[in-house]
């Protein structure tokens, strides 16, 4: 991870200095509080399932299933009837 460029650690000190703090405790404050941010450990833990998936996903052998045309069928297929219902009545009889 880079460290922060000449105008962001401008930024940092200038907000430090709005808010009555040094930017080292201003800093840690805000690691502090995204750290117990609930949208934060979403995104951390959504990172460590792809992680997850990907390495799984490495692991298969995916060439026969890219020759197979059925590999992936359309669980529920619809005919051009069935969107027209959809798009009259909002949702097919």
Avoid: C
């Avoid at 880079?2 to 930017?23: C, D, L």
């Avoid at 800093?27 to 990907?54: E, M, Q, T």
């Amino acid at each position: 991870m880079s460290g922060f460029g000449p105008e962001q650690y401008a930024r940092v000190e200038r907000a430090a200095q709005v808010v009555g703090k040094t930017p080292e405790v201003f800093v840690r404050d805000a690691a502090l509080a995204a750290a117990d941010d609930p949208f934060i450990k979403a995104l951390v833990d959504g990172g460590d399932r792809v992680g997850n998936l990907a390495e799984v996903f490495g692991t298969q052998d995916t060439r026969a299933a890219r020759d197979d045309r059925t590999a992936w069928p359309d669980p529920a297929p619809m005919s051009s009837r069935d969107l027209y219902e959809i798009e009259q009545h909002g949702h097919v009889a």
